[in-house]
């Protein structure tokens, strides 16, 4: 069933070990989309300017995403520059320009307010929550936040939770969020707050769903080579959120739908991991179904005992 | 089968969040051989000074651990002191005073000699090959080292690689005994050294045991309180060599092998996990197989998809 994302369109210049590349497709939006859409039918919000080149668009409609929620507006398209360190475990933001993402209002065509899924990629949580209300007939209702939203909107961002399924975040936000440094106690008190489940990444040794009566363990995949890890979160979220939707998932039981919620999260290792082997979005330029599937068959084969 | 483990046999000074304790039975041999007697029957081979206490020779009794092995010189017994960091993911030495394990060569009584397990606890790399030399009918030989080692002493090391059926060692000793930051091209170079198998321990992330054919990826447990992580990573492997030599594991064949191997690494982060549930050993005096069979059973429910 169809699914709805939320977020951040944009242009990326990113330098890790393997190589240097001064302006590529990026955006939290642009990486969850593409990997949902892998699973089930997307739609789009978003902003860019009119830099916004036209292979680009041809690249999102050529996985069938629906761009009508994408506003083109006078201006350049959100800008961010960075560089990993020699492991990849850590980056440097050099220039973040947000451009016409600034003043980024969120506006739901007609045709996407009945849809059943809605993921809201990290934006200010008073915009998630206006486009969370709008969708009143949403089944599953998830998404991402940051540190700074965790400062200095908490408040805001705690209303906005209350209207969530699932929240996705990595280890350091969520016990930013908690404001406790075990994890397991972190994740009870997030689950307090609202949602039903949380998904807590871990970068390359995976990611936790964790629900009020059990979690799960997914493992990051070992790649031999890393090229680049920019958009790897978000890739998570697209294959965890899009498998959900294309199942038919909603989470009001969790009990029940216990077995595909652990899919759901291997899935979003699945798709992680494919984002690194290549520059930005390329992978997705040549990924087929068929390999994701392999590939959620290896997890199966170097987890099972 | 029964198992022979070599190694240091201590006392600890630790201080964690969760409190100081100023003197406490420790070392490396006596982690892995009080994890391991769970499984099979112990005999260890160390050395301790005039002070070692006898309440602590009777835990290590308690347990059926054969103590022929352990020497008692004059002296007193190797000292460590350390300090962890608030989220006990670093800890800084302060003091250690090797005392008599500064001139520790192993002594293989008679009995020994003929076991068909043998694990080398993190000593000299000359050290422990002179005691594998002595073991000629073993089936099954592992053992750990130290970054020490691999910088004063790596062509000794790797001499002494050549008769180990597996090495068992952190993800940092890996990327340095390999000089490559890939923990997959890693283990390939390291399994090019001599060991058919290669368990990487990645402390709260579990651990992932290598072959040239396979791999498998077990998740770290999620405590709910880490009081102390001091001896994790050794009871870990006395988990792992303790179930194989139970089950009678040689490695000749890994293929045939696997489940068992699989489930032995799982039966090391059970260990590992208990251990950090109380100061030092405390944890074995209380530990029964039951709990340890239930908390493998919980591993299943975590990471079955």
Not at 99 to 118: C, D, M, W
Not at 125 to 146: E, I, Y
Not at 203 to 228: K, S, W
């Amino acid at each position: 069933m169809s699914l709805v994302v939320v977020g951040s369109v944009a242009y990326d210049a990113v330098e890790t070990p393997h190589g240097k590349v001064d302006r590529m497709l990026g955006g939290a939006c642009t990486y969850i989309a593409l990997s949902a859409s892998y699973f089930t039918k997307i739609s789009i919000v978003g902003v860019v300017g009119d830099d916004f080149a036209s292979e680009d668009v041809d690249l999102l409609s050529s996985r069938g995403i629906d761009l009508e929620g994408l506003e083109r507006v006078p201006g350049k398209t959100f800008f961010w520059r960075g560089v990993y360190s020699n492991d990849m475990n850590d980056r440097e933001t050099l220039q973040t320009d947000l451009n016409v993402f600034e003043h980024f209002q969120p506006k739901l065509p007609a045709s996407y307010k009945k849809q059943p899924y809605l993921f809201l990629g990290n934006i200010q949580p008073g915009l998630q929550k206006d486009v969370r209300d709008q969708m009143t007939g949403a089944r599953l209702v998830g998404g991402d936040t940051m540190n700074l939203w965790i400062e200095i909107t908490r408040d805001q961002l705690a209303e906005t939770l209350k209207g969530w399924d699932f929240l996705l975040i990595n280890d350091g936000e969520a016990r930013m969020l908690a404001k406790e440094n075990n994890l397991r106690k972190a994740a009870a008190k997030i689950l307090e707050m609202g949602p039903k489940i949380l998904v807590v990444k871990r970068g390359e040794y995976g990611a936790i769903l964790f629900t009020p009566t059990y979690h799960f363990i997914a493992p990051g995949y070992l790649l031999q080579d890393v090229f680049d890890p920019t958009g790897a979160g978000d890739c998570f979220a697209g294959g965890f959120m899009g498998y959900l939707a294309s199942r038919g998932v909603d989470i009001a039981d969790t009990a029940y739908n216990r077995r595909e919620l652990f899919r759901a999260t291997i899935y979003g290792s699945v798709m992680g991991s494919f984002c690194c082997e290549k520059f930005g979005v390329e992978r997705f330029r040549s990924l087929t179904r068929p390999e994701i599937d392999a590939r959620f068959q290896e997890f199966k084969d170097f987890t099972d005992f």
